[in-house]
């Protein structure tokens, strides 16, 4: 059983930075994906930043060039530096590894924007 773990969630003033880290009890090299979401209250959950076992990544939308996932696959790691944050940003976000047709996640880290 893969288990989750982010980090790094906190209360930044808005233009600042935060970095995510997401700890995974399993070897994600041979995962498919590692993948970052958020949900902010009363909204759905949203895609930030997936990178794929074949080196693809891929964004949402409203990033706009402002995060960077990144995984180090020797420690079982997987970042998401945030810079530029805005109130907007205010979120749970979500780190979840995929293999196959299945998607882990852990139990979400709270990053707040104050403006």
């Known amino acids: 059983q893969v288990q989750l773990t982010e980090s790094g969630g906190g209360l930044v003033q808005a233009g600042g930075s935060l970095r995510l880290s997401c700890l995974v009890s399993g070897d994600i090299f041979s995962s498919d994906a590692m993948t970052w979401y958020r949900q902010a209250p009363g909204k759905q959950r949203e895609m930030v930043a997936t990178s794929r076992s074949g080196g693809s990544i891929y964004y949402g939308d409203f990033v706009k060039g402002r995060f960077t996932i990144s995984r180090d696959n020797d420690k079982n790691m997987v970042y998401l530096q945030m810079n530029s944050l805005t109130p907007e940003d205010t979120a749970v976000y979500y780190c979840?590894?995929?293999?196959?047709?299945?998607?882990?996640w852990g139990q979400g880290t709270q990053v707040t924007v104050s403006s």
């Open positions: 979840g590894v995929i293999f196959g047709l299945k998607a882990t």
